[in-house]
């Protein structure tokens, strides 16, 4: 056990965050303490004190940090001293103030220690948001409106998913439908406008066509909008609930971007992870998706699952390049406390991590290649290295709402069991996060509440 005793702080979570890049949970512990000179303190054994004159802020505590864990444990990440979610909001922030991008890339080499490879990363999300996306504004709003089932659970997925069963999606999709008129009659009251509209989940396409049907017109009726005037995504996700009758109701809508998320385009490896479909049903839905013209295909790839290497990784996104992606996510694994892939094996996502640098590196050269840049990143506890998630896109065919949520400028409603709505107050610059409930069955049984609770946020 490591003891790692910080002086001068009240709260020793962001420094907790950056230890757990060096060291398995349960293997440290970050102690607050209160000394003027904390120097001459008597340590044990794999004992260590920083700030010890207590003359350092956040910044200068994690940089001291960053070095001495680093060379007791010979473990340098690349994302230096950030730890959250969100790596381009720093460097957002800066560039904002007035820095240019040259500056900003210096602030994140000397204050966040950010290596080589993932401040050009950065440096040209930057870019591309800069020049491609509109600066927020505090009258657009955003839907997102969740579906909790899926046809089977992956292994590495802890997400309060249910397997969609016909009885649990009708006692399910009543309640959804009175959050979603509430909340949209509480928004027509306001001045402010739709920007996009995501169908999330779980898989929103466990639902029959009739359901997805009936739901686009809830939401259009509620918020009196119009679904083929937005940015509107439909997460179609698993290959085995795309259909016909399926992609013509999100198509008939006017929804125009989708997601076909093979994961994997490897036979053994859908099976290993739970996944009830092969690499050629993914082919077969790109096909039937290709007939109805999204101007969006995404596609999701993870790094790391078991069984994998650099190249079967670069094989898949050639693939999904080949068959119609024009909006790829290259995730790192990312193994969930309560996953099947957790309590099988706790310590998975502490190996193989130059593995999975190689495969971030080739499938990145790929992309470029291709034709691809990178729009949007954000990152994940336990990830495999501690590295990162990112968004790829054509020129133009970036997502919006994707962009907004990394931004957390702007005001988002949450509909339905697992959703995350957030409140943006402009004034303070602040930002109120409004969960409902994860359990579609909790969520049912207090729709009251739930509802009751929201009003507020639309004073």
């Known amino acids: 056990m490591y003891r790692l005793y910080v002086n001068g702080i009240s709260n020793e979570h962001h420094y907790s965050e950056l230890a757990r890049e060096?060291?398995?949970d349960g293997d440290y512990e970050v102690v607050p303490?209160?000394?003027k000179n904390a120097g001459g303190l008597a340590l044990g054994a794999n004992s260590f004190i920083f700030n010890s004159e207590d003359t350092l802020d956040r910044d200068g505590i994690k940089k001291e940090m960053f070095f001495r864990l680093s060379s007791i444990t010979g473990i340098t990440p690349d994302w230096g001293t950030l730890t959250g979610v969100k790596p381009l909001k720093p460097a957002m922030n800066l560039y904002l103030a007035g820095s240019d991008l040259e500056e900003v890339d210096n602030s994140l080499s000397e204050i966040y220690l950010v290596s080589d490879a993932k401040r050009a990363l950065i440096n040209e999300i930057l870019k591309y948001q800069t020049e491609n996306v509109p600066a927020a504004d505090d009258n657009n709003w955003a839907i997102y409106t969740g579906i909790p089932f899926c046809p089977s659970i992956c292994s590495y997925c802890s997400f309060g998913s249910e397997l969609a069963r016909e009885k649990s999606i009708a006692r399910y999709l009543p309640e959804l439908n009175r959050e979603i008129s509430e909340c949209g009659s509480l928004f027509r009251r306001s001045d402010k406008r739709i920007e996009s509209v995501y169908f999330g989940g779980g898989t929103p396409t466990s639902l029959k066509a009739s359901e997805l049907k009936a739901l686009f017109e809830?939401?259009?009726a509620s918020f009196d909008i119009s679904l083929s005037d937005l940015e509107a995504t439909v997460e179609a996700g698993r290959p085995d609930t795309i259909d016909e009758q399926k992609l013509n109701a999100i198509r008939t809508a006017g929804v125009n971007r989708i997601s076909i998320n093979p994961?994997?385009?490897?036979?053994?490896?859908?099976?290993?992870i739970g996944r009830l479909h092969s690499s050629r049903d993914i082919a077969h839905a790109f096909e039937l998706a290709a007939s109805y013209r999204f101007e969006v295909i995404n596609s999701d790839v993870i790094a790391g699952l078991p069984g994998?290497?650099?190249?079967?990784?670069?094989?898949?996104?050639r693939e999904l390049i080949e068959l119609g992606a024009n909006n790829i996510t290259v995730h790192t694994l990312s193994v969930k406390r309560?996953?099947?892939?957790?309590?099988?094996?706790?310590?998975y996502y502490l190996r193989g991590v130059r593995e999975v640098e190689n495969m971030l590196e080739?499938?990145?050269q790929i992309l470029h290649e291709a034709g691809f840049i990178p729009y949007y990143v954000y990152r994940q506890k336990h990830q495999m290295g501690s590295f990162e998630n990112t968004g790829w896109c054509r020129p133009g065919l970036h997502s919006m709402y994707n962009v907004r949520i990394m931004e957390e400028m702007q005001t988002i409603i949450g509909l339905g069991a697992g959703a995350i709505g957030k409140r943006f107050y402009k004034d303070d610059n602040r930002l109120e996060r409004i969960p409902n409930i994860n359990d579609y069955r909790m969520y049912v049984?207090?729709?009251e509440d739930i509802i009751a609770r929201k009003r507020r946020y639309f004073d």
Request: no cysteine.
């Open 308 to 317: 994998e290497d650099a190249n079967d990784v670069a094989d898949t996104v």
């Open 263 to 272: 994961q994997s385009m490897k036979d053994e490896t859908l099976h290993r």
């Open 445 to 447: 049984d207090r729709i």
């Open 33 to 35: 303490i209160y000394i």
């Open 338 to 347: 309560g996953s099947k892939l957790k309590s099988e094996d706790p310590e």
């Open 218 to 220: 809830r939401i259009e």
């Open 22 to 24: 060096f060291f398995s």
């Open 362 to 364: 080739l499938t990145a």
